[in-house]
């Protein structure tokens, strides 16, 4: 391990309870939120806001596979939810994915379960939505006009779930670029 980053570790709130308790999953959230220039050093909600602005803005390189990308995207997400943010959470959509896509027994009162299931769904949803927008421009110049084109016309093919965007992004044939 490099020395800054054990230094840094060291000087995080919880590496003591880590330390002591050989907590590997929280030692692993705390060297994400290093790499993500998360730390205790930071004033807390600076530090969440500038991880959820790295989501947002997290954007493939051209000569990043999609694979690599999808796999920086959900860290820096993993980063966030570590140190308590959410995404999913927005009270309109979350409605949304109730009413829609849960269909609680008595959508005035969901139940907690109903509430995780929908906030689960709009996660992974705006997880997918991210790694569209977010996706490399020059190699995939036409999908994101052909998905904003065909929701126009009243088919909705904009991918749900991360893992069914990645599987877009992998099968998506330019059709611009002649094919042998």
Avoid at 25 to 47: F, K, Q
Wanted: glycine share 6%.
């Amino acid at each position: 391990m490099l020395p800054s980053l054990q230094t840094k570790l060291k000087g995080q709130n919880d590496y003591n309870n880590v330390e002591a308790n050989q907590d590997v999953v929280r030692l692993v959230e705390l060297i994400r939120g290093i790499c993500c220039n998360y730390d205790a050093s930071s004033e807390p909600v600076m530090s969440l806001v500038q991880a959820k602005r790295q989501v947002y803005t997290c954007y493939q390189g051209q000569k990043q596979t999609n694979d690599k990308y999808a796999k920086e995207l959900e860290a820096y997400a993993d980063v966030v939810e570590a140190y308590g943010g959410q995404f999913g959470n927005e009270i309109g959509y979350l409605d949304y994915m109730l009413t829609n896509n849960v269909r609680p027994r008595d959508p005035c009162n969901p139940t907690e379960q109903e509430l995780d299931t929908a906030q689960a769904i709009l996660r992974d949803s705006m997880m997918a939505a991210m790694l569209i927008l977010g996706a490399d421009n020059t190699r995939l110049p036409s999908l994101k006009m052909e998905l904003w084109n065909q929701y126009s016309q009243g088919q909705d093919n904009y991918p749900r779930k991360m893992a069914r965007a990645l599987d877009i992004l992998n099968g998506y044939q330019n059709p611009n670029t002649r094919h042998i």
